[in-house]
């Protein structure tokens, strides 16, 4: 027979009701990785589907995503010609609000030609841009249905194409549209005095400005010696995408990150309190059975046994419920809740750490109950 | 033939210096195999700690504690040992009868048998037997909490008995029991003690039994006042 089943069972609606309480809160620990691990994943996640080797900015920048980048639109045929590079296309980039049937729209929009790199990797629904104006691929984080129309700076956009988890790194979805279109919509959004000075051909130039080339390399090449080639240019930065990646997480995310990361220790750490008082209070609710035992000559196994398997069942059986939990409601966070098995496994670890040294304290004051304790008066 | 319980000059003072209490001074006492002692005496006598000195629980001050011809507290012994002679040779009976309330009946008096090694089926079938030898049979699946006082106390003798122990104490067996039931426990005990040579050693206050034992001790102020056998 095993005892700390025995007394789970014999108290059961009790600790099935501990038991939720305390899945509850490992939820909202669990929620809070995956809401870090999303933060971190969405950052990465249209870098990674625009599957750039090489991302060319504008000289003394970190762009297009750390920093603003311009540069003019020609320079994506001279990267194409560098040795090395296999395609390179042109993007734009910028946030704007769109009137979406459901109301505005907040969306990151990105400019790209079809068939040159910067459009997205996977269609989920639909179809990539083609050749006509004023088509938009959008992710599915926006709520539009395909055949959709969006109004963006005055022209109507029809959702010809939907994919799915490309969201820029504050979260908003991302909207395909055609370099072209893009570059018009630019033009309209500048403040009236800029766009007068630009007509006057005066300033920067010419409209043909775009944020970034991101160009695809051979197989063989290098990418850090493609980068060095093209840093010689005048005006003109590159950054790997190992490069970008870490600017990314580390410099865009990075507050984010750090917030969700100590409000993640903080839940642990409250987490583990209420764990070891828990373990605390049902060691000590059996005062007199672990002094009966210890009377009738049961050795100190037993009772550490007793006290670690019930706080690893209560663990064990909390995390299930948690995990659970989390997994049918992360539909219904606005922003994604990456939970793989890499990080399932983690959490259970922790859990069972925190397990683990939460009984320490009640393991100790249960060896020290004395067997006399059994005997009363 | 070898006492089961031996004391020697046992002494126990709590404390020490100004506040030192002496709780049992100079105490012999041999109890033989199926003899049932009674210890009474006033409260505060130290009936208790006598008790638990041969239950192994306390350490005497002075004197001498032999179990079945051997001593113990020689110095030698360490808590794992004692938890072992404890296991082996001594079975305890409460006065709240101490069974642990997340096991059934069968369970309780298994559990003191798997302690000791036996295996969890065989501990369960001779749990049984034992429960049928105390008339509890009936109810061997029932938990604590659904037995009468009466039926509890069996369980807990059934559980005493578990490992052959050559003693049993009882701390006040029969306080929670009404008189009938306080009678029959008692007798229960006696016929333990005969059936398998056991001593028995019990603490009571309850006049109403007094005439169950062989011997009855009487303590005061930590010495035995009197120690009288009864006319057989
Ligand atoms: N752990 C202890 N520390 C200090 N003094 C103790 C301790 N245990 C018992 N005593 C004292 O030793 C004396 C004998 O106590 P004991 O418990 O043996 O009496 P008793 O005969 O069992 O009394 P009662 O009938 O009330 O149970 C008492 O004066 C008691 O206060
Ligand atoms: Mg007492």
Redesign the interface.
Same mark, same amino acid.
């Given at each position: 027979m095993n005892l700390a089943l025995a007394d789970i069972r014999h108290r059961l609606g009790r600790f099935l009701m501990t038991c939720f309480g305390l899945s509850l809160l490992m939820a909202v620990a669990l929620a809070m990785v995956g809401i870090y691990q999303g933060v971190v994943a969405e950052a990465l996640a249209l870098s990674r589907s625009l599957r750039a080797d090489l991302w060319v900015v504008e000289q003394g920048t970190r762009g297009p995503f750390a920093e603003s980048s311009r540069i003019p639109g020609d320079v994506r045929a001279i990267v194409a010609r560098v040795p090395g590079v296999a395609e390179a296309g042109a993007i734009t980039l910028r946030t704007a609000e769109a009137k979406a049937p459901q109301g505005i729209l907040r969306m990151q929009v990105i400019g790209h030609e079809p068939g040159r790199p910067g459009g997205p990797s996977a269609i989920e629904a639909g179809r990539g841009l083609g050749g006509a104006r004023f088509e938009m691929v959008v992710d599915a984080r926006a709520r539009l249905p395909l055949g959709a129309t969006v109004e963006l700076g005055g022209d109507r956009y029809r959702v010809v194409g939907l994919t799915r988890g490309l969201v820029a790194s504050g979260g908003d979805p991302l909207a395909f549209v055609h370099l072209r279109d893009s570059q018009d919509l630019q033009f309209k959004l500048t403040p009236p005095a800029a766009r007068r000075a630009l007509a006057a051909g005066a300033g920067a130039g010419s409209t043909d400005t775009v944020n970034a080339v991101v160009a695809r390399l051979h197989a063989d090449a290098d990418p850090d010696a493609v980068a060095e080639t093209i840093r010689r240019w005048k005006h003109l930065a590159a950054l790997t995408d190992a490069e970008q990646g870490e600017i990314l997480t580390r410099s865009v995310v990075q507050r984010a990150r750090v917030q969700l990361g100590m409000f993640t220790v903080v839940l642990l750490f409250v987490s583990a309190v209420i764990i070891a008082l828990i373990i605390y209070t049902m060691t000590m609710d059996k005062l007199r059975e672990i002094a009966t035992l210890k009377l009738i000559g049961a050795p100190d196994r037993t009772i550490v046994g007793l006290v670690l398997q019930q706080a690893l069942i209560l663990g064990g059986a909390g995390y299930l419920t948690a995990t659970a939990v989390v997994f049918a409601s992360r539909g219904l966070f606005p922003r994604a809740v990456a939970l793989g098995p890499a990080e399932i496994a983690m959490m259970a670890g922790v859990i069972g750490l925190i397990c683990l040294f939460g009984s320490l304290v009640s393991i100790r004051a249960a060896l020290a109950i004395e067997p006399q304790q059994a005997l009363g008066g | 033939m070898t006492a089961r319980i031996t004391l020697e000059g046992i002494g126990k003072t709590f404390g020490a210096g100004e506040t030192a209490l002496r709780a049992l001074d100079g105490v012999d006492l041999a109890v033989q195999p199926g003899e049932v002692v009674g210890i009474k005496g006033p409260s505060g006598s130290g009936k208790?700690t006598l #008790?638990?000195i041969v239950?192994c629980?306390?350490e005497p001050t002075d004197g001498r504690l032999l179990i079945d011809g051997q001593t113990v507290w020689d110095g030698r012994y360490r808590v794992?040992d004692l938890?072992? #002679?404890?296991?082996?040779r001594?079975g305890?009976i409460?006065?709240?009868h101490?069974l642990?309330?997340? #096991?059934d009946a069968t369970?309780n008096v298994?559990?003191?048998m798997? #302690?000791?090694g036996v295996d969890?089926a065989e501990a369960r079938a001779r749990a049984r037997g034992l429960l049928d030898y105390l008339q509890i049979g009936r109810r061997a699946a029932a938990?604590p909490a659904r037995l009468s006082g009466g039926e509890a106390q069996r369980v807990a003798i059934a559980?005493a008995l578990a490992n052959r122990p050559s003693i049993i104490l009882a701390?006040?067996p029969t306080a929670a029991l009404d008189s009938e039931r306080a009678r029959v426990v008692m007798d229960l005990l006696r016929q333990v003690a005969q059936d398998r040579q056991t001593a028995i050693l019990v603490v009571t206050h309850d006049e109403k039994i007094f005439d169950r034992f062989d011997r009855m001790v009487a303590l005061r102020d930590g010495r035995i006042e009197q120690d009288r056998r009864r006319a057989a």
């Open positions: - | 208790s #008790l638990n239950a629980i306390l794992a938890r072992r #002679l404890r296991r082996e001594i305890f409460f006065q709240f101490n642990l309330p997340f #096991l369970d298994a559990l003191a798997t #302690l000791a969890a938990m559980r701390d006040e």
